[in-house]
């Protein structure tokens, strides 16, 4: 199984920087696509920004340009959030969907961002 665990959230006012990290319990990239997606209280899950095992990035519209989504080392992703917003605040999930060894979709425990105006 792959085993995501997520660190980095805060509280920050808005304008302000965070950097999340996932750690995964191997090394995957070769095998999976890896992300992160939010979710607002009172709001539906939604996916922010992904990296495929070719380093190919994409990102929702709402980050563009602030967001920037990285593979740190051969088993850490980050996410560099920054000129913060307050409709960013949300609980941001680290995911993975993976193929063959790790055939499968699997999500981090999550870690709360809020920003403050």
């Known amino acids: 199984q792959v085993q995501l665990v997520e660190s980095g959230g805060g509280s920050v006012q808005a304008g302000g920087s965070l950097k999340l990290s996932c750690v995964a319990s191997?090394?995957?990239?070769?095998?999976?696509?890896m992300g992160w997606y939010r979710q607002a209280p009172g709001k539906e899950r939604e996916g922010v920004s992904f990296?495929?095992?070719?380093?190919?990035t994409s990102y929702a519209d709402s980050v563009k340009g602030r967001f920037t989504i990285s593979q740190e080392n051969a088993n850490t992703l980050t996410l560099q959030m920054n000129s913060l917003k307050t409709e960013d605040t949300a609980v941001y999930y680290c995911?993975?969907?993976?193929?063959?060894?790790?055939?499968?979709?699997?999500w981090g425990q999550g870690t709360q961002v809020t920003v403050s105006s």
């Open positions: 990296i495929r095992s070719d380093g190919s």
């Open positions: 191997g090394n995957i990239f070769s095998s999976c696509t």
């Open positions: 995911a993975a969907g993976c193929t063959s060894p790790w055939d499968g979709f699997y």
